[in-house]
């Protein structure tokens, strides 16, 4: 796809990377809008999400951000925005009712996909027991917004219609953990969603994003050390 305008870098974009939902989905961009960028492993299972370098670029101690010269954003949402705004790919028409459906998909996503599904994983996988009342509720809210996705993809091609947008790289980076988060079976009832991710999946921007994991080696054990850096609430409970 040409450039709208030309985005003319003085230097080179750097992506503050962990092989989880957030973090893909700008990698994912980046790879399909052909961005050279180089990646910086942070290690959030080793607790390098609150390095002090790390949190004057995001202070939110998470993981994705990036700086794109002197610029600097964190933030999955914003980061898709700033790069779909420099470039101008990936974005729908420039027409109010165009930009209106994808701010209210991107934050659809922002806010409602990747906190619960991101909660039900939390809930599901690594909370220690009592826990029912947690995963019912994340359970219950992860499966009524994702019914929501594939409701709008049994409509449409993509999640903005006939093209291949940045939201549907949003949608892509949590579509990835559903077999995790809500169940091997899950793709019995989002055939639209599976439709969605095989299709990305096939991209070679997707296969180089998820690629990108193979060149650190990130920690996969969910040890106390992991559960310390990731899950810091847990020290008021042992209090
Ligand atoms: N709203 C943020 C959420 C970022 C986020 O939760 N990132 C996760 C990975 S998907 C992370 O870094 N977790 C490590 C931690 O919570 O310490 C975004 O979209 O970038």
Known sequence: MPLRHPYRRLALIKLYFHPSP???KVALYLEEAGLPYEVVAVDTRKGEQHDAAFVAINPNAKTPAMTDGDVTVFDSTAMLLHLAEQSGQFLPANAPAERAQMYSWLLFVASGIGPYTGQLVHFKHFAPEPKDYAVNRYDFEAWRHWSIVDAQLAKHRWMLGDDYTLVDMAVWGWARAIPFALGADAWDRLPNVKRLLDEINARPAAARAEA???????KTE????????????NARLAA
């Not at 990108?212 to 990130?218: C, D, N, P, Q, V």
Request: proline fraction near 9%; aromatic fraction near 10%.
């Open 22 to 24: 957030n973090p893909m």
């Open 222 to 233: 969910m040890d106390d050390d992991a559960r310390k850096a990731m899950f810091p609430q």
């Open 212 to 218: 990108l994991k193979s060149r650190h080696a990130f």
